[in-house]
């Protein structure tokens, strides 16, 4: 059973920035998909960035594109998600995801099915 374990979150003003990281337990994480999916209180979870295990490809949701930045070490098995510019509904909780396996990736990235292995979360809030 692949471990994911976040940090990083905490509260801050509109505008600041945040750098979440996420290690996974397994050493064969480097050649896993991960992602960062997001969920506040009373809405859907969704899909925050996701990136390929080789070349590292990386997707973003609409509403994060070029303020959020996805990246990952895998040599030190961790993932990360620079978040720059937030706002107030940036507010949530957010998931580490992974999963060994993901065909039609361009396109599924985004379903939170596609994913075996979660985080617990980290807060992440955001005033105004």
């Known amino acids: 059973q692949v471990q994911l374990v976040e940090s990083g979150g905490g509260s801050v003003q509109t505008g600041g920035s945040l750098r979440l990281a996420c290690v996974a337990s397994?050493?064969?994480?480097?050649?896993?998909?991960m992602g960062w999916f997001r969920q506040a209180p009373g809405k859907e979870r969704e899909a925050v960035a996701a990136?390929?295990?080789?070349?590292?490809?990386?997707n973003y949701a609409a509403s994060v594109q070029g303020r959020f930045t996805i990246s990952r070490d895998n040599s030190k098995n961790t993932l990360y998600l620079e978040m720059n510019s937030l706002k107030p509904e940036d507010t949530a909780l957010y998931y580490c995801?992974?999963?060994?396996?993901?065909?039609?990736?361009?396109?599924?990235?985004?379903?939170?099915?596609?994913?075996?292995?979660w985080g617990q979360g980290t807060q992440v809030t955001v005033s105004s």
């Open positions: 990136i390929t295990p080789n070349l590292g490809i990386t």
């Open positions: 397994d050493t064969s994480a480097s050649t896993f998909y």
């Open positions: 995801v992974a999963d060994r396996s993901i065909s039609q990736w361009s396109t599924l990235w985004h379903k939170a099915s596609e994913y075996s292995y």
